[in-house]
Every structure is written in C-alpha cells, then in structure tokens.
C-alpha cells in the first residue's frame, strides 16, 4: 500500500495503565472500556479513518498490550483498506510515545488519547480548519464547557483569536470556559520540538502540553478548533460509568424489553402473571419445562409467545437452562427480564429493576429483606441464610471486582441482551444453577452487576415445592459450580 506524502497519518495512544479506574484496569485496559457495545478504541479509529481519512494508523499499546492488540486484530477486518500496526510504549510518557513513530510517520500527522469518548463532536471542522491553514505547525480541538472541574482534569488555552498563545495543564482556576481536548493535527515539526522540551518537575517526563506550549510560542502557528458536541475524559470508573449511564437513559424509551417466564404445572399462576406483565414489557415468552397440568392449554390461549422446553430431568432437577437460553437468543428484546411462572414475582419492581440496569449489565433481585416478603412466601429460614453464604462466597472469590450479592439464588433479572450474549459460550451449567452461573460470569467477564431488594410473594406449583424436598443437592451444584469457576474447571 502506498501513500502520498500528503496524506495523514493517524497515532492513537492506549498504552496508559489507568490507575484511577482501578480496579477494572487490571484487567481491562481503559481504550477497551466499552460503552453501547463498542470499545473506545473502535470509536476513536473511526473518527481517524472514516473522518480524518488516515490510510495509516498506528495504535501506541503498553499495559495489558496482547488484549488491545487482540482488538486491534478486530477492529482492522472492519477496514481492509487502512494499515493499522501497533506499536510499544516507551513508558516515559505520551510525548516520548509519539516521538517514537519518527521513522515512521513522513508528513503530517493525527492524534487521539484513548480514554476520550466523544459523542457527536464535529471533527470534520477541526479537518477543515487544518487544510485551510498556511503551513501549520499544530492544531489542538477545544470545547466550550460548564464545568471548571472538567478544565481542571485536562488542561485550558489561552487564545488569540484561534491562534494559541499558552496552555495549563491541569489548571486550578482557569481563565476562561475552553476546555483542552485529546484531539491533535502536528506537522512533522513535532518531533524537533520535542528534541527541544525539557522534562517536566512535576512528572519527570517530557509532557505533550510542554511541547505544543513550546511551538506556540515560537512558531505562532499552532492553533486551536472550536468544536461542538459531547465530550468525556474516562478518567476514573465513576466517569465510564457516568457516561454509560446517560447515554442508555437518552435512549431508554426506544429500548425493546422481552420476558421470559419458565414455566411448570402452573395452572393456577400462570395466567395471573402473564396479565401483571402485560403493558410493562414488549414481549413474552412462556417456556414450558414439561407440565403435565392444563398449564400449557392455558397459555395457549394468551396473547404471547411459547417455546417447548426440555423434561429431561438430572439428580437436582429439570434441565432447565438450555431451554431459557435459546428463549434469551430468540427474543427481539434489547433488555431481557427473568421472572417465575409461579406468582412469587410481581411486575410493581419492574421500573426499579430498569432504573438501575441503565448503570449496569445485569440487575438481579433479592430476597432478604423481610419486610418486603408475603406471609407465608416459601423461603425458610435456611434456604435464605445459605443463599446469603454463598453470595458471601461469590463476593470473597472474585474480591477485586468488589461484587455485592445476598441472594444466590433469584431468578427474578433484567439484563442487557448484548451483555448475555458475550457471556453466553462460557454458560454450562443446564440445571436450577443457571442463575448462579450467569451472575458469577457477569463478574468473570468484568461487567457490573447490582443486586437491589424485590417483593416476594407465596408461590404455588411444583417448582417451589420442590425447592424443600432438594435443597441439598441446590446447595452443593451451587458450591460445586462457584468453585469450578473459580477454578476454571468446567463441567
């Protein structure tokens, strides 16, 4: 592949180990932090190559570097037509990281720090301003805020008319509202002038705000582009969570919900649990387990879908995972709600479960708190406390993702489509512990799960009948399955 001198080249750096947005980072680099189904690192190659047109990019990688180069390999089959390489950090700072690429960058050349999201951010003039521009030496995006912190996390400009006059890194009381963006034109001049830049005192490195500082001041051709949109340093989880959050609740009314209600004899549950749903949820689908009763005869005559499920039974009871799974992958819902066909689960917790899955992958209920649980609901005293133990046993095995579980066992979750769908090839279990499963490979694959209090009522129907005559065998699959997670030794 060739390329005219003339034509950018573009530099994204994911090297950083991102020590404020630990303890994800340890074991998620923070350009992979993904936010609607698509990792920064994606996001920021397309605004090079589909904005900037870079026919070369190089991706600067250091911390947990075989993960992002993984996602490079994926991101690159997007486009065939752009050579994308990656290349080591110096650990001597981002400065240092793009003087790195000397030999390997001819001309001009584009830069993207990536912990930056941008949502609508106009590119495309900050482009427009760099080609209209006589012999540039740089050219930095800026963003009008009303944060003054947000200023105080990247760095300010100081202007004339668009021509820029200093920077401050991370100022503490900032002159103006112009908020420095991680978003960069430099000629090949950049790497004089980083020869040029002494180390900063505070960080020991050279710093890339020194260095454009630097060719400001003596070249007068660096300069600054306006941009319009929605801009957000991931600094910290709270940030990417942040952001995750508005963007699902912008959006939210537009999200389809699907329900799935396994189902087995019953008959006298069923259609009492079909009609609380219904008008909360778009869909739902009824999977039957193998009852013997009028159950299905029911069901048939309501407006919602039903799928045969298997009545193979094992030691612990119906396989029932298979079943539910292949209802999950078949619904046409972007959010998934789990609830009983026994009438234990009530669709009034329904907006609370809602509520909260905007901040996270997965909300699951739970049941212990007494005061919200129906006289004579079927969840004894011991039941309750070894669901709470091993919950206790969850939150100890995986410390570092810092879970928060009291119930193990509640069935009763809304979850992301997308989210159970990268979860999905690690889900073996096929009985009762399919729910235990899924939370504990929530935690594995690094996403957010919260449990939060739901109402519990009396049930009826062979399932929580059986839940006294076979706690034992519950209890040990769920130990035996914790641990075989744990301990990556799948059944």
Not at 299 to 314: D, F, I, R, T
Request: glycine content about 6%; aromatic content about 12%.
């Amino acid at each position: 592949m060739s390329f005219m001198k003339s034509d950018l080249t573009g530099v994204i750096a994911a090297a950083g180990k991102g020590t404020r947005a630990y303890p994800r980072t340890t074991y998620v680099p923070k350009p992979l932090f993904s936010f609607e189904n698509q990792s920064l690192l994606e996001r920021n190659v397309e605004i090079q190559v589909k904005i900037f047109k870079v026919k070369k990019l190089y991706i600067l990688v250091g911390h947990l570097k075989e993960i992002v180069i993984e996602e490079i390999k994926r991101i690159q089959k997007k486009f065939p037509g752009v050579q994308i390489e990656s290349a080591l950090w110096t650990k001597k700072g981002l400065a240092s990281d793009v003087a790195s690429l000397r030999d390997k960058i001819e001309g001009d050349f584009s830069l993207i720090l990536g912990d930056e999201f941008y949502l609508n951010i106009n590119h495309q003039s900050m482009l427009k301003s760099w080609k209209a521009k006589k012999n540039p030496g740089a050219m930095i995006a800026t963003i009008n805020t009303n944060f003054v912190s947000d200023i105080r996390k990247n760095y300010s400009v100081e202007l004339d008319q668009d021509r820029v006059i200093q920077l401050y890194e991370k100022p503490q009381n900032p002159e103006n509202t112009l908020l420095g963006l991680g978003s960069y034109f430099f000629s090949h001049e950049y790497f004089d002038f980083f020869d040029q830049t002494p180390e900063s005192s505070r960080s020991g490195v050279v710093e890339l705000t020194d260095v454009i500082d630097k060719m400001a001041k003596e070249t007068r051709r660096v300069h600054a582009s306006l941009l319009k949109g929605r801009y957000f340093n991931i600094n910290s989880l709270a940030d990417y969570y942040t952001v995750n959050y508005l963007l699902r609740s912008e959006k939210f009314s537009s999200y389809r919900t699907s329900l799935i209600i396994p189902v087995l004899n019953n008959e006298y549950t069923i259609s009492d649990v079909i009609s609380d749903f219904k008008g909360h949820v778009n869909e739902i689908i009824v999977v039957d387990m193998g009852s013997t009763d009028r159950t299905k005869k029911i069901v048939k005559g309501l407006p919602v879908k039903m799928l045969e499920g298997a009545s193979k039974q094992n030691r612990s009871g119906i396989y029932y995972a298979p079943a539910i799974y292949d209802a999950m992958k078949k619904s046409s819902g972007d959010i998934i709600v789990l609830a009983a066909g026994d009438g234990s689960f009530r669709a009034r917790d329904l907006p609370k479960l809602m509520e909260y899955l905007k901040d996270c992958d997965m909300v699951v209920g739970t049941r212990t708190t007494r005061q919200l649980m129906e006289q004579g609901a079927n969840l004894n005293w011991l039941y309750r406390w070894l669901n709470v133990g091993l919950g206790k046993l969850v939150e100890i095995l995986w410390w570092g993702q810092e879970p928060r579980f009291t119930d193990i066992g509640c069935m009763y979750r809304a979850v992301w489509k997308d989210s159970f769908l990268k979860i999905f090839p690690d889900l073996r279990d096929k009985g009762k512990t399919f729910s235990v499963e899924m939370m504990v490979e929530i935690v594995r694959y690094h996403m957010r799960c919260i449990e939060i209090p739901i109402s519990f009522y009396k049930s009826y129907g062979l399932i929580e009948e059986q839940k006294l005559s076979r706690q034992f065998f519950y209890f040990i699959s769920v130990f035996r399955l914790v641990f075989s997670k744990k301990l990556r030794i799948f059944r």
